[in-house]
């Protein structure tokens, strides 16, 4: 199932979040967003009745199965294109901004051939 572009860079955010704390909440998401958290709250609310998400009664959140294979899969996207940018010169910075935007509307053929590549 495809899913937009904004969804995708909200689900890889939780995900990344987690990595970093143990528990994640509408207001982190918030803060390393920049957005605001009625913004927040309505995508998280959105996600939930789609079974992307859990929240628990004390507000943290939690990657579905689901919502942790599109997280999953935009962050592998994300690491690979930038590990290709740079590896053809381009600056790190400029590459996972690049990465960031590419990850979304690139095909499953040319990722796939970018990833062999690498290797």
Known sequence: MKIQESAENYLETILLLKNKKSEVRSV???NELGFTKPSISRAMSLFKQEGYITVSE???I??????????RRVTERHRVLSEFLI???V????AGEDACRIEH????E???K??????
């Open 28 to 30: 982190d998401i918030a």
């Open 58 to 60: 004390h507000g943290i």
């Open 62 to 71: 939690s990657l579905t199965e689901s919502g942790l294979n599109i997280a």
């Open 87 to 89: 590896s053809i010169g």
């Open 91 to 94: 600056d790190p910075k400029t």
């Open 105 to 108: 509307v690139i095909s499953e």
């Open 110 to 112: 040319t990722f796939d």
């Open 114 to 119: 970018i990833k062999e590549q690498l290797k």
